[in-house]
């Protein structure tokens, strides 16, 4: 766990500081709420329906499509 000093984490998104309020956290990484939405379709997502890869969410479907398509040679039927 990161050592907080007081200040506002940075959203792994938009890297503005995130309150808890508006915050979300994925993968021990902090969002916002608002930021938290598919890099490709802007799909807002939640806890229940996001995918991740390193700080760059997806959801489902476009996880498959940029993420698990894209590091596997062969296609998985
Ligand atoms: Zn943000
Ligand atoms: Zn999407």
New binding site residues.
């Given amino acids: 766990m990161p050592l907080k000093f007081g200040g506002a984490e940075k ?6 500081s ?1 309150y808890a309020a508006e915050r979300i956290e994925a993968g021990n990484i902090p ?2 709420k ?2 938290f939405k598919c890099r490709e379709c802007k799909m807002s997502l939640n806890l229940n329906n996001y995918a991740q890869a390193d700080s760059i969410l997806y959801c489902k479907k476009h996880y498959q499509s940029e993420v698990v398509a894209k590091n596997t040679q062969t296609p998985v039927l």
Avoid: E, T
Avoid at 11 to 16: L, M
């Fill in positions: 959203c792994g998104i938009c890297q503005k995130v969002f916002h608002l930021c």
